[in-house]
């Protein structure tokens, strides 16, 4: 019998004070959020990353480490663009992304050494959920 599919969803974002939990079109967020989530059904040799990919350009930019699978997650300073001004007003997409062993090395190593960000992400990743949003400062 196969294992259960894994469910992996992003519930709210946490700024400035701020909760939302209702994602329309687009979401206006500063430039550091918090990323908060669940997940159930996820095997131990996988992990999960959350990438931020700017509309424009489309290249995932892994944040710097996985987050710990366990039934409710948030993730700190999730950084939507560079703290350059020029970012304001700008698409970015953040996803929450299950790895397998192999494509969670590549992430990681893009993570910490490679700032370019990645045209496709790596085998063996799957895009699980989405939200867009819009950087406002």
Same mark, same amino acid.
């Given at each position: 019998? !196969? %294992? #259960?599919?894994?469910?992996? @969803? ?32 996820? *095997?131990?040799?996988?992990? &999960?990353? $959350?990438?931020?990919? #700017? &509309? ?5 930019? %892994? /944040? =710097?480490? %996985?987050? /710990? #699978? +366990? +039934? ?9 663009? =560079?703290? +350059? !001004?020029?970012?304001?007003?700008? *698409? ?14 590549? $992430?990681? *190593?893009?993570? /910490?050494?490679?700032? @370019?960000?990645?045209? @496709?992400? #790596?085998?063996?990743?799957? &895009?699980? +959920? *989405?939200? $867009?949003?819009?950087?406002? =400062?």
């Amino acid at each position: 019998m !196969p %294992p #259960p599919t894994p469910n992996i @969803t992003i519930t709210s974002l946490r700024f400035d004070e701020n909760e939302v939990t209702s994602f329309g079109n687009e979401i206006e967020v500063p430039r550091d959020i918090n990323v908060v989530g669940k997940c159930s059904n996820v *095997q131990s040799n996988y992990s &999960i990353w $959350l990438c931020v990919v #700017p &509309i424009d350009s489309f290249k995932y930019y %892994p /944040q =710097r480490e %996985p987050i /710990q #699978p +366990d +039934d409710h997650w948030e993730f700190h300073h999730v950084g939507i663009g =560079r703290s +350059d !001004p020029a970012d304001s007003g700008r *698409q970015f997409i953040i996803c929450a992304v299950l790895a397998d062993e192999v494509a969670s090395s590549v $992430l990681y *190593q893009y993570a /910490q050494e490679v700032f @370019t960000g990645m045209e @496709t992400l #790596p085998t063996g990743a799957t &895009i699980c +959920d *989405q939200i $867009l949003v819009r950087r406002s =400062r």
